[in-house]
């Protein structure tokens, strides 16, 4: 059974910093991102790696302030937020693509339960 485990979660304040982890277990994924959901908005993704696992790719809303890492040996995905913003407050999900990057909604194929980031004024 594949399961995708998010952590790292919380409160912090504007400027402040977060590291989110995701943890894969039941399958080993090449392609893993990152997408959020605010309240009353659609989710919307925010970092990737493309297909080949070398390269990222993230959305213009964080592009300088997120950075999405990995660590091959123990199948987790992380996400560094710096510089948090009061719009960066959302439910966060790990995903997952079998075949393809996950850039977008109906590219993932597994969701984690998700971590909710706040970030006070």
């Known amino acids: 059974q594949v399961q995708l485990v998010e952590s790292g979660g919380g409160l912090v304040q504007s400027g402040g910093s977060l590291r989110l982890s995701c943890v894969a277990s039941?399958?080993?994924?090449?392609?893993m991102g990152w997408f959020r959901q605010a309240p009353g908005k659609e989710r919307e993704f925010v970092a990737a790696f493309r297909l080949s696992g070398t390269s990222t790719y993230y959305a213009d809303s964080v592009k300088g302030r997120f950075t999405i890492s990995r660590d091959h040996a123990k199948n987790t995905v992380y996400l560094q937020l710096n510089s948090l913003k009061p719009e960066d407050t959302a439910v966060y999900y790990c995903?997952?693509?079998?075949?393809?990057?996950?850039?977008?909604?109906?590219?993932?194929?597994?969701w984690g339960q998700g971590t909710q980031v706040t970030v006070s004024s």
């Open positions: 995903a997952a693509g079998v075949r393809n990057s996950p850039t977008a909604v109906e590219r993932v194929d597994y």
């Open positions: 039941g399958r080993t994924f090449s392609n």
